[in-house]
Structures are given as C-alpha cells and as structure tokens.
C-alpha cells in the first residue's frame, strides 16, 4: 500500500484524494492552507463544492504540511497556480532528495514564465540547494465534479523522467481512471493552462448568443495558437492532439463545470470581469494565465489573435462584440503557415 499527500483541498485535490481513498490501495493525508477548512472537513465528511460526495474516512487530515509530505510515496500538489510557489516553499524543508512530486495545477508563474513543476523545482532549490525532485504534471480533460462520482475518465502523467512518470501513472490508474504517460512535460503543461483563455473565448460567444460554429471555430484555432506558442518553445507537436491538448481543451471550452467557460460566458452576457469572476466563485485559473501567456506571444512574437481578444477584454476595457469583429475582420490567410 503505497502513502500519498494531497497538497490542497479544493475540489480536484479532493476528488483525486477520494478516488486514492476508495481505491482501497493507498493511506491517503490532506493538507490545507486553511485551518478552519480541514477543521469543516473534519466534522462533516463532506465538500461545499462537491455536493453528494461523502469524503472517506479512510482520509487522513493535517494542519501541519511535514505530516503530508514526509514519507509520501507521492506528493500531489493541488493547490491554485498562485499558490504553488508558496506552497512549495512550506513543504520544501520536508520534502526528500528524489521525493515523487506530482502538480495538477495548471498555469505558467506570472514573471517567471515558469510552468508549475518548474516553480516546485526552483522554489526547493531556493529554500533547500541541491534537493532535486522526481517532478509530474497530471493533466487532461478532467472535471473533479464527475472524477468525484466515478464517471470514466482518462488523463496524462507526464515526465522527462519516464520512471517517476510511471510511479504516479501506477498510484492514480483505478476502474475509472485511465492514466497514459507522456515525455513532453512542457507540452503537457503548456496545454493545462493556455486551455483555460480559449474556454473564456468560447464561453463569452455563447454569452453573446453565438452558436456552436462559433464554439468549433474558437476551439479550433485555439488549439492552433496553443500549439504555435508549443511549438516556438519545442515542444512535441503530437501533444496538442492528445488528451492534454485538444482533449482538455474540448472539455474546458464546452462543459457546465467549467468554471473559465462560466466566467466566459457571464462576461458575455454583459456583465463585468470582477462581478464574473466572484459569481463563479473560485478560481478562474485563464485570467490568472493571461499576463504570462500575453508576454510568452510578444517574445516569440506570434500572432495569436485569439488570446490577444481575451486580454483585451479581460485587462484593457474591450467589449466582447468589438473582438468578436476584430476576429472576424482580421486580413485573410491560409489556413496552415506552413503552406
């Protein structure tokens, strides 16, 4: 029976620390930020955000952060993307040289442009020099609304090292969840957070009125610029058109627990990014990833229309319906560069 710490207890946190629980194979201990919530958890077994799920009590619960790193066979991150870098910073002094660490979150460090793992990576060689980590990113199309209830699901466990990518593939695969293994952790990565802009895209067309050859469109050439920026930065073109890639992107562009489709479609709508924003009511991890995507464009200095929209409308002021002209104004083209 392998030890496993979940690092946040947000609904993806939770619901891989359920499915873990059930499973029947791991000792599962979370950890969050906040006393008061694993103090809620404690008391009620259950998930505000997960309604019907009962946690099981096989769980274990810590307010001290050693109690879930320290002897884990695999530590998941899953923690906001603005959080991981002070996350990684508490866990760090606890953390073992060669330790399995798996980050489900997904985002590029604003600044840095640093993807999630390597935020882990630099932050532990700060606070500890010399500690190297077995790092993962678990990414796909996976809502922890329905990983939470079993329904069938497959994502990606990626690594540079194919060993630590194997280990976390092993720990997370059950009945209804599939796990493959990719290489391209920067792929992987890059995919996880640049998804979410496009789902704003989308979800703000369908708060316009548009209809699905919109969505098809936006989602299409989405993934287009997704893997330009990939690309620029070598990354495996076959992982724009796997689970990580145009996978997650199909199910955070059109399902109802989307939370950046949501956010999308309020804006849509007419209503303001801030009251959009506090309407869903967590985190809308593409806002977060535009200041970084947006610098990402200017140094490769490729055209991503798509994306320039969303910031357009997110930070400078722009209405969605003077984008949506922009985008359907711009000078023709062909429909690949290579060509």
Same mark, same amino acid.
């Given at each position: 029976?392998?030890?496993?710490?979940?690092?946040?207890?947000? +609904?993806?946190?939770?619901?891989?620390?359920?499915?873990?629980?059930?499973?029947?194979?791991?000792?599962? +201990?979370?950890?969050?930020?906040? =006393?008061? @919530?694993?103090?809620?958890?404690?008391? +009620?077994?259950?998930? %505000?955000?997960?309604?019907?799920?009962?946690? %099981?009590?096989?769980?274990?619960? #810590?307010?001290?952060?050693?109690?879930?790193?320290?002897?884990?066979?695999?530590?998941?991150?899953?923690?906001?993307?603005? *959080? #991981?870098?002070?996350?990684?910073?508490?866990?760090? %002094? *606890?953390?073992?040289?060669?330790?399995?660490?798996?980050?489900?979150?997904?985002?590029?460090?604003?600044?840095?442009?640093?993807?999630?793992?390597?935020?882990?990576?630099? @932050?532990?060689?700060?606070?500890? %020099?010399?500690?190297?980590?077995?790092?993962?990113?678990?990414?796909?199309?996976?809502?922890?609304?329905?990983?939470?209830?079993?329904? =069938?699901?497959?994502?990606?466990?990626?690594?540079?090292?194919?060993?630590?990518?194997?280990?976390?593939?092993? #720990?997370?695969?059950?009945?209804?969840?599939?796990?493959?293994?990719? +290489?391209?952790?920067?792929?992987?990565?890059?995919?996880?957070?640049?998804?979410?802009?496009?789902?704003?895209?989308?979800?703000?067309?369908?708060?316009?009125?548009?209809?699905?050859?919109?969505?098809?469109?936006?989602?299409?050439?989405?993934?287009?610029?997704?893997?330009?920026?990939?690309?620029?930065?070598?990354?495996? =073109?076959?992982?724009?058109?796997?689970?990580?890639?145009?996978?997650?992107?199909?199910?955070?562009?059109?399902? @109802?627990?989307?939370?950046?489709?949501?956010?999308?479609?309020?804006?849509?709508?007419?209503?303001?990014?801030?009251?959009?924003? @506090?309407?869903?009511?967590?985190?809308?991890?593409?806002?977060?990833?535009?200041?970084?995507?947006?610098?990402?464009?200017?140094?490769?200095?490729?055209?991503?229309?798509?994306?320039?929209?969303?910031?357009?409308?997110?930070?400078?002021?722009?209405?969605?319906?003077?984008?949506?002209?922009?985008?359907?104004?711009?000078?023709?083209?062909?429909?690949?560069?290579?060509?």
């Amino acid at each position: 029976m392998s030890r496993v710490g979940v690092l946040g207890t947000g +609904t993806w946190g939770m619901a891989l620390a359920r499915l873990l629980a059930d499973s029947g194979r791991h000792e599962v +201990t979370c950890w969050s930020a906040l =006393p008061e @919530e694993i103090d809620y958890f404690i008391a +009620t077994k259950r998930h %505000p955000n997960l309604p019907g799920v009962p946690i %099981p009590d096989e769980i274990r619960f #810590v307010k001290d952060i050693s109690k879930a790193v320290e002897g884990m066979d695999v530590v998941l991150f899953a923690v906001p993307s603005v *959080f #991981v870098r002070s996350t990684a910073h508490k866990a760090a %002094p *606890f953390l073992a040289d060669g330790q399995v660490v798996a980050d489900c979150a997904k985002g590029i460090e604003e600044g840095t442009m640093m993807f999630l793992t390597e935020v882990i990576a630099d @932050e532990t060689e700060k606070t500890c %020099p010399g500690k190297k980590l077995r790092l993962v990113a678990l990414s796909g199309p996976s809502h922890a609304e329905e990983v939470a209830v079993d329904i =069938p699901t497959s994502i990606v466990s990626a690594s540079t090292d194919i060993g630590a990518a194997e280990i976390v593939q092993d #720990v997370f695969m059950t009945g209804c969840l599939r796990v493959y293994t990719n +290489t391209d952790i920067k792929g992987v990565e890059m995919c996880g957070a640049l998804k979410n802009i496009i789902a704003i895209a989308v979800g703000c067309s369908r708060g316009m009125g548009y209809g699905d050859n919109t969505t098809a469109a936006l989602i299409t050439r989405g993934m287009g610029e997704i893997s330009a920026l990939g690309v620029a930065i070598g990354c495996d =073109p076959q992982t724009f058109t796997g689970l990580a890639g145009i996978g997650d992107l199909i199910v955070t562009a059109t399902s @109802e627990h989307s939370r950046n489709n949501r956010c999308g479609e309020m804006i849509g709508k007419g209503i303001s990014v801030k009251k959009a924003i @506090e309407k869903v009511g967590m985190v809308v991890e593409g806002i977060n990833c535009l200041p970084a995507a947006v610098e990402l464009q200017e140094r490769y200095n490729l055209d991503l229309p798509i994306i320039s929209a969303v910031d357009a409308v997110v930070n400078k002021g722009e209405t969605p319906a003077k984008m949506a002209s922009y985008l359907m104004g711009r000078d023709k083209s062909h429909e690949f560069e290579s060509k």
